[in-house]
């Protein structure tokens, strides 16, 4: 089953997650915890909860990846900083315990001048204190475009985070399109050759999800700078190619493309239409 979807307002909560999704098009979709920006979430409704997952019964919709907001940041120098993301991180994995079997996606975080090394340890640190062993959902560490002094940028970092966890099959890895192209990748001329290389540094066992951006950067800037699918540097050649990759078509693929709802209906139809 081929998946696409995009970022989903979780304002309304569960159940219109999932209409919204069935009406733009997609089987899958993302969305955040809480606000993207920090602070509490909102309660669980049980009763929308078992809407909604009847809902995506009977449309297939599944291999949802939820997305840790953006300021939690699990390598800070700063406690208070740091103490945000062990709680809100251990709260998310509680909820997300509603929806079984899905994903919950964070971006590793930045170790803001204490060193990579130091980075690489403290993020595992907070794994290791927020997983579970009864745990249903699998945490994605996602590949990042390494701008300043962000942690996973490359494939050898996620890898040293991962070996530094005690429960590995708890973690997996999300691939985006826009930050690995960044990060010095080459997704266009030598998909094959990355993906081989992530699965010597990594383990393609690991890679569960696809966040398909475009990008405004040549490759290697380091600047993350998300664009529509049909306007970045990657050309749609590359994007049918990706879609299509035996590795990757059966994962399930992201829209985080600067986009309203309009927007993201037809870019979902535009990536039906390159799978073929």
Same mark, same amino acid.
């Given at each position: 089953m081929f998946r696409i979807g995009c970022h989903i307002s979780a304002s309304g909560g569960y159940l219109a997650m999932g209409r919204r999704i069935d009406a733009l098009?997609? &089987?899958?979709?993302?969305?955040?915890?809480? &606000? +993207?920006r920090g602070g509490a979430a %909102?309660?669980?409704?049980?009763?929308?909860?078992? *809407?909604?997952?009847?809902?995506?019964?009977? %449309?297939?919709?599944?291999?949802?990846?939820?997305?840790?907001?953006?300021?939690?940041?699990?390598?800070? !120098?700063? !406690?208070?900083?740091?103490?945000?993301? =062990?709680?809100? #991180?251990?709260?998310? $994995?509680?909820?997300? @315990?509603?929806? +079984?079997g899905q994903y919950y996606n964070f971006h590793p975080g930045s170790h803001v001048g204490q060193g990579l090394d130091v980075g690489i340890e403290k993020i595992a640190e907070v794994l290791n204190t927020v997983? #579970?062993?009864?745990?249903t959902t699998t945490v994605l560490l996602e590949t990042m475009a390494g701008k300043g002094s962000e942690v996973g940028g490359r494939f050898e970092q996620l890898r040293a985070i991962i070996d530094r966890v005690e429960l590995k099959d708890k973690v997996g890895v999300? $691939?985006?399109?826009? /930050?690995?192209?960044?990060?010095?990748?080459?997704?266009?001329?030598? $998909?094959?050759?990355?993906?081989? *290389?992530?699965?010597k540094t990594v383990g393609l066992d690991r890679l569960?999800?696809?966040?398909?951006? &475009?990008?405004? &950067?040549?490759?290697?800037?380091?600047?993350?700078? /998300? !664009?529509k699918l049909p306007d970045g540097k990657l050309p749609l050649e590359a994007i049918?190619?990706?879609?299509? /990759?035996?590795? =990757? !078509?059966?994962? +399930?693929?992201? =829209? @985080?493309?600067?986009?309203d709802e309009a927007g993201y209906a037809a870019e979902i139809a535009l990536v039906r239409r390159l799978h073929g």
């Open positions: 098009g997609g &089987n899958t979709f993302a969305f955040f915890t809480r &606000n +993207p %909102k309660d669980v409704d049980p009763a929308d909860v078992d *809407a909604f997952l009847a809902f995506c019964k009977e %449309k297939d919709i599944d291999r949802l990846v939820a997305h840790a907001p953006y300021t939690l940041n699990p390598c800070a !120098e700063k !406690e208070s900083v740091r103490q945000f993301a =062990l709680t809100a #991180f251990a709260d998310d $994995l509680r909820r997300m @315990e509603y929806t +079984p997983l #579970f062993p009864d745990m999300c $691939l985006d399109t826009c /930050h690995v192209w960044d990060a010095g990748y080459d997704i266009v001329g030598d $998909l094959d050759g990355v993906m081989t *290389a992530f699965d569960k999800a696809v966040h398909l951006n &475009n990008t405004k &950067n040549d490759r290697g800037v380091a600047k993350d700078r /998300h !664009e049918q190619r990706i879609v299509t /990759h035996p590795v =990757l !078509e059966t994962l +399930p693929f992201i =829209l @985080e493309t600067p986009n």
